[in-house]
């Protein structure tokens, strides 16, 4: 068992869907293997009383219970280390926010709020006294937990190979200079142990805004104002040359 002062990371927080239960990227998650790191690191927290891990997720509290009922985990988490979207974080949302955010939840009672992973994780370490570099989220993608999470909490992350997305979808390459694991016992403990090697997130970061930019131009109503652009240019351009003739 891995004592308390050979742990590097002393927080280790996980997503829920892809991370440990199947999701729409990883729909074939071996639950035994979830399950005996639940077990280990319930074994860990009792004997070292300054380790802390919990499963955070954007999901309401209602669906995210409902989801880890549905995968035979509720034994494993309770209101200290499972933490779900509740009404007073949507209440601490601008209005504008807050509409949104109760219009989506609406239309489907599985909406997930994908960043209030980063502002929890900062609220329990500033309460835990853990410093943000003791503290790691696993989870699967680029965009929503490794950039979002770095860029703006400065908050490590690893990333389950096996479910690696970006946005929610299948993500084909990896980008190098992030932690990439799997789900195992043996990979957990390494990052407990801070075996990995330590990111740099400048390639993570120059790729996402690449990716953002060529998303923006993709976009519809982009291309349209894009290829009018390109079309006036055009005819400014021939009207230049008829003009000199």
């Known amino acids: ?13 996980f997503g829920l869907d892809n991370v440990l239960i199947p999701g729409s990227v990883d729909p074939k ?39 880890l009922r549905d995968y035979g985990l509720q034994d494993f988490f309770n209101e200290k280390n499972s933490f779900f979207v509740e009404q007073d974080y949507i209440e ?5 926010d807050k509409e949104i955010h109760l219009k989506k939840l609406s239309e489907n009672a599985f ?3 994908e960043f209030f992973k980063k502002i929890f994780i900062e609220e329990k370490t500033a309460e835990l006294g853990i410093p943000k570099e003791e503290a790691i989220f696993v989870g ?37 200079g992030i932690i990439y694991t799997r789900r195992g016992w043996k990979e957990i403990q390494k990052l407990l142990l801070g ?14 805004l690449s990716e953002l930019k060529d998303e923006l131009i993709s976009a519809p ?14 005819l400014d351009k021939l009207a230049g040359i008829l003009k000199t003739k």
């Open 140 to 176: 699967h993608d680029t965009f929503f937990d490794a950039f979002y999470l770095w860029k703006f909490g400065r908050i490590d992350c690893a990333l389950l190979k096996e479910a690696l997305s970006v946005k929610g979808k299948k993500r084909k390459n990896k980008i190098k």
């Open 195 to 208: 075996k990995y090697p330590k990111p740099d997130y400048a390639f993570l970061e120059s790729v996402t």
């Open 111 to 113: 909406f997930q709020d």
């Open 221 to 234: 109503e982009i291309k349209r104002l894009v290829i009018e652009r390109k079309k006036q240019k055009a």
């Open 92 to 96: 601490k949302k601008s209005d504008f």
């Open 1 to 13: 068992m891995l004592s308390e002062g050979m742990l590097r990371k002393k927080a280790i927080f």
């Open 29 to 67: 998650v071996d639950m035994k293997e979830v399950k005996k790191i639940l077990s280990n690191l319930e074994k860990l927290s009792e004997k070292n009383k300054d380790f802390f891990w919990a499963l955070v997720s954007g999901y309401a509290k209602e669906a995210g219970i409902g989801r």
